[in-house]
């Protein structure tokens, strides 16, 4: 008997359990006012921590219990100083401190996932000057100093990554912020802000979650403008809008350099980055505090590296992820003075797009609750 073909099937499932989160964390302030200065000390302090996970007996892979991946700790302690050198001049110097201690936990060992350490201060300063009583500008400059979180520092490590990064260097950002603005509040009640910024960045963490890698491009410059407006319409009624336009450039992105198509290695730009954003919203709010709310959101085109989530592929590429505008509706209505029932309709048009290419977003959807505030 000649045989003419054949197929088979398999069903993968995946039954885990995750244990239980241990993390805490701590955060206060105090602010205090002596003359012309308004001084504001405070700190926080957070420990990332979980109980690992399991597979059930089910699941299609052994049966095994592991420790959990990464332990950090994340402090960070700062002083501002608001000083009003007159009525209308305002200078307000900073200093901040942030640590970062990651240690591998008992499945992170068997991984090879490093223990990292990283800290540094970073001082900041902010000129304010109030030109009419609706109408002030600013300018404002700071290192440009971020520490990596847990996950950054376990894909970069993990052999699980879309790509070996292990071997690459895992660095601190560092560098320079400049972001400068214009606000005015207008007699028609149209508040509008306009605010350009320049970012020149050492080390720039990127973490990938579409290949799911975290790692330092050598050097990043990303700079835009932020324009926002909003309108009291009256009967309950207001609008507002913001949009933001946003450019970067890179140098030395070794995840380009080493995995990404010969012949897309010239790519300089941060991947996932849309050159345009808009944001809309209209809503009402009645006289015994019901909202409605009706958004509309819209994100340009922008470059991504994906390699068509084909298991051990290399062949990663740059690729055009599409536009798209979504529109979504809220609902809040207070039944008593503390408890309010909301609802959503969420992606109304019921489109087709993605937030993160290669993953379809949820198409229409809705929902109700319950809130209480006491």
């Known amino acids: 008997m000649r045989k003419v073909g054949q197929f088979s099937v398999r069903i993968f499932i995946f039954h885990k359990k995750w244990f239980d989160d ?3 964390g701590a955060d206060g302030s105090y602010k205090i006012t002596i003359d012309k200065h308004d001084l504001t000390v405070g700190f926080e302090y957070t420990r990332f921590k979980d109980g690992g996970d399991k597979n059930y007996s089910d699941d299609y892979r052994a049966h095994f219990q592991n420790g959990n991946y990464v332990n950090s700790e994340i402090t960070g302690i700062y002083l501002m100083d608001d000083f009003h050198i007159t009525k209308n001049f305002t200078i307000t110097p900073g200093l901040r401190y942030s640590s970062y201690e990651g240690k591998a936990g008992p499945a992170g060992k068997e991984e090879g996932i490093k223990d990292i350490s990283m800290e540094g201060i970073a001082p900041s300063l902010k000129l304010t000057y109030t030109y009419d009583k609706n109408s002030l500008v600013y300018l404002s400059l700071a290192r440009a100093l971020r520490m990596p979180t847990p996950p950054e520092h376990y894909w970069h490590y993990s052999p699980d990554a879309g790509a070996d990064t292990g071997d690459l260097p895992f660095k601190k950002e560092d560098g320079l912020m400049i972001q400068g603005g214009w606000k005015n509040e207008f007699p028609t009640k149209t508040s509008l802000e306009i605010s350009p910024y320049y970012y020149r960045i050492k080390n720039f963490i990127y973490f990938d979650l579409i290949n799911f ?54 790519f300089d730009e941060i991947p996932a980055l849309p050159k345009h954003k808009i944001n809309l919203g209209l809503q009402y709010k009645g006289a015994r505090g019901e909202k409605v709310t009706l958004y509309g959101r819209y994100v340009s085109s922008q470059k991504v590296i994906y390699n068509n989530n084909t298991l051990y ?14 529109a979504d509706l809220e609902v809040s209505y207070p039944v008593t003075k503390n408890i309010f029932v909301l609802g959503y309709l969420h992606n109304i048009f019921d489109k087709n797009y993605q937030e993160r290419f290669g993953y379809p977003a949820a198409g229409r959807n809705w929902g109700i609750g319950i809130r209480g505030v006491f």
């Open 313 to 326: 592929n290399t062949d990663l590429r740059v690729r055009t992820q599409k536009s798209y505008f979504t």
């Open 213 to 266: 890698v975290s790692y330092n491009i050598d050097r990043a410059t990303i700079y835009g403008i932020e324009i926002e407006v909003s309108q009291q319409i009256g009967k309950g009624f207001s609008a507002f809008a913001n949009y933001t336009f946003q450019k970067s450039k890179t140098k030395g992105d070794p995840f380009v350099e080493n995995f990404v198509a010969p012949e897309d290695r010239d």
């Open 22 to 24: 241990k993390s805490y």
